[in-house]
Nanobody
């Protein structure tokens, strides 16, 4: 299983970005995908997650600004981020969990700065 994340970049405060993560390999129909982020000097933290059934979960501090979604047929998960703040600057990693194993993407850098 491989995960390829994309969509990061430089955005001004208040702007928006849409991250994508495509999974390839043997992908089971019952899995869990999510996004984490890690800022310099901080631990990796959960941003949002979504099950194969479409149930979502968001970090409390980020609710209202993010939307996670997925295209089951394309094994792709998306993260729409709005009203971005400088403190959202981080490397964003996608994650897939299936059959008790956890897989990580390579990360995509999001920089929020004027």
């Amino acid at each position: 299983v491989q995960l390829q994340a994309s969509g990061g970049g430089l955005v001004q405060p208040g702007g928006s970005l849409r991250l994508s993560c495509a999974a390839s390999g043997t992908i089971r129909s019952n899995n869990f995908m999510g996004w984490y982020r890690q800022s310099p000097g901080k631990q990796r933290e959960l941003v949002a997650s979504i099950t194969s059934g479409g149930s979502t979960n968001y970090a409390d501090s980020l609710k209202g600004r993010l939307t996670i979604s997925r295209d089951i047929a394309k094994n792709t998960v998306f993260l729409q981020m709005n009203s971005l703040k400088p403190e959202d600057t981080a490397v964003y990693y996608c994650q897939l969990i299936q059959l008790g194993r956890t897989y990580w993407g390579q990360g995509t850098l999001v920089t929020v700065s004027s």
